[in-house]
């Protein structure tokens, strides 16, 4: 797996080098702006990006600005943005851009090694992974009177999961139930948010990012 890291704060940035080539991950570059990361991401062609949110010089959007542009140079690059607070809007941009291969996680999940890697290899395999806190802080804004609100309980846990990117069997150990009533929960789900009920990762991502538009619009 060859990466590109895309991080301003050096200490970090290192630190994220290290780890995955301790890994046997082959990091290819590491940058501190988002024009040298472009340029990198251009020479290099990597499989996956890691970004920070916040880059210079203005230190609001300009990592999710540089990472949608990738992509749209590169459409098969998987990218991991990873920030320091939750931050709903920028999420849902880059979601929105297209949702496969795509990551957000806060930054202190980097500390737990495991959570980290696992998040990375389930994006570079075409997959999403969005960090737990942030699903449960958007969970929280939710009203009764929204398109979730059509949900059940255990429908919002499900669907809370898949969006942390655990696919059926991790889902059901998660929640000590079977992979069978994990699979009623998803056509159940899919069918109170308009979608095909089937289970195929382009569904799965869709019911995602509905939920993601949905909590946004509220903001």
Do not use: C, W
């Not at 939710?142 to 429908?155: I, N, Q, Y």
């Amino acid at each position: 797996m060859r990466i590109v890291i895309a991080e301003d704060d050096a200490l970090l940035r290192e630190g994220l080098a290290l780890l995955l080539r301790a890994e046997s991950l082959d990091v290819v570059a590491t940058t501190d702006s988002p024009t040298t990361f472009l340029s990198a991401v251009d020479t290099f062609r990597p499989d996956v990006a890691i970004v920070d949110v916040r880059m210079p010089p203005t230190h609001t959007d300009e990592g999710i600005v540089a990472a949608v542009e990738a992509r749209r140079r590169h459409p098969g690059l998987a990218v991991l943005v990873l920030s320091a607070y939750v931050e709903q809007a920028f999420a849902t941009d880059l979601l929105a851009e297209g949702a496969v291969r795509l990551g957000y996680l806060l930054k202190e999940r980097v500390g737990r090694v495991e959570e980290f890697l696992s998040a990375l290899h389930r994006v570079a395999q075409g997959g999403t992974a969005i960090d737990p806190e942030v699903v449960s802080q958007l969970f929280a804004r939710s009203r009764p009177d929204s398109t979730l609100g059509l949900l059940s309980a255990r429908e919002r846990d499900v669907l809370a999961l898949m969006a942390e990117g655990l696919g059926n069997t991790a889902i059901a150990e998660r929640l000590f139930v079977t992979e069978g009533a994990v699979h009623k929960h998803i056509r159940n789900i899919f069918a109170k948010l308009g979608l095909a009920p089937d289970d195929r990762a382009d569904r799965r991502v869709a019911a995602v990012l509905r939920y993601l538009k949905d909590t946004q619009g509220r903001n």
